[in-house]
């Protein structure tokens, strides 16, 4: 998902805000709240289209303030007084961008033929975090198709221990070994 650049600075402002607060683990769950309860398409055609007065908007979004942190809470504001409201989208995913750039974690996708269980992802992440010395939090996609192994992607590597994988790799050594004459 590429981002707005707008959002990421406000990401950034949020975060530095977060962090004199002492509460980035906290207003991260109120970004990623936030991001989802403004993706339905009506929901988004209320808030981010030009229909509705402002103050019908700030109105909409007043009980679910309430259950934000102080910060997130002034943080909203503001982009509602700056009419930037649209930067609610992406901020959940921007904020935790921003957290994981500066914690020194990386996101990653494991792709196996069945779901692995908690002991062996942690695994993973740790033999896939020590080869890239980074931080990796893995998500599982389940992919039947792949008969046995693990394929990861993290950034912009991939790590592809896969039946599939194996045999392609082997395929490619065959066709490319010089023949005896």
Do not use: C, N
């Not at 805000?17 to 207003?27: L, R, W, Y």
């Not at 009506?42 to 109105?59: C, D, H, N, T, Y």
């Amino acid at each position: 998902m590429i981002l707005d650049p707008v959002t990421t600075r406000w990401a950034e402002a949020l975060y530095e805000a977060a962090k004199k607060a002492d509460a980035v683990a906290a207003i991260q769950r109120d970004t990623e709240r936030l991001s989802m309860e403004v993706a339905p398409p009506k929901v988004s055609a209320f808030l981010f289209g030009s229909g509705v007065s402002q103050a019908e908007r700030e109105a909409k979004m007043a009980p679910l303030m309430g259950e934000l942190h102080e910060t997130t809470r002034k943080f909203v504001k503001l982009l509602f007084a700056r009419r930037r409201q649209e930067v609610l989208r992406d901020i959940g995913e921007a904020f935790k961008r921003k957290v994981y750039a500066e914690t020194g974690r990386i996101e990653g996708v494991v792709e196996t033929p069945r779901a692995l269980d908690d002991a062996t992802l942690r695994a993973l992440e740790s033999a896939v975090g020590q080869r890239i010395g980074k931080t990796v939090v893995l998500t599982q996609e389940s992919k039947p198709e792949l008969i046995g192994g693990v394929r990861v992607v993290v950034g912009a590597r991939l790590f592809d221990a896969t039946v599939q994988g194996r045999l392609q790799a082997m395929r490619e050594k065959l066709l490319g070994a010089a023949l005896p004459s």
